[in-house]
């Protein structure tokens, strides 16, 4: 099992940018897809990007543009760039882990019923 610690997040002004990054445990990592969920208080989490074991990323069509993941498999390390940030994307920002699941599948995780394995989660505020 993979442990996540999310951090990065904070307050900026729209237009402004951020980087969140969630280190994981566990030797297995790379083999992971990982993904970046965001949760306002209120709503269900929705899938904001994902990317798998072998590079293959996914956007909600929202931050299409606009975030970026990437992940560094010696640091053990998923990011999210955020950049051009509206008041829209402030929310809780989580980073999971799935096994066996493509980029595309871990970023409609919630639809599907699959959990996976979770941080502690990020607030990021974006103000007008």
């Known amino acids: 099992q993979v442990r996540l610690v999310e951090s990065g997040g904070g307050s900026v002004q729209a237009g402004g940018s951020l980087r969140l990054s969630c280190a994981a445990s566990g030797s297995t990592y790379s083999r992971y897809s990982m993904g970046w969920f965001r949760q306002v208080q209120g709503k269900g989490r929705e899938g904001v990007a994902a990317?798998?074991?072998?590079?293959?990323?996914s956007y909600a069509d929202s931050v299409k543009g606009r975030f970026t993941i990437s992940r560094d498999n010696a640091k053990n390390t998923v990011y999210l760039e955020m950049n051009s940030l509206k008041p829209e994307d402030t929310a809780t920002y989580y980073c999971?882990?799935?096994?066996?699941?493509?980029?595309?599948?871990?970023?409609?995780?919630?639809?599907?019923?699959?959990?996976?394995?979770w941080g502690q989660g990020t607030q990021v505020t974006v103000s007008s």
């Open positions: 990317i798998d074991s072998e590079g293959s990323k």
């Open positions: 999971a882990a799935y096994a066996g699941m493509t980029s595309y599948q871990v970023l409609r995780a919630m639809t599907l019923g699959q959990f996976g394995n």
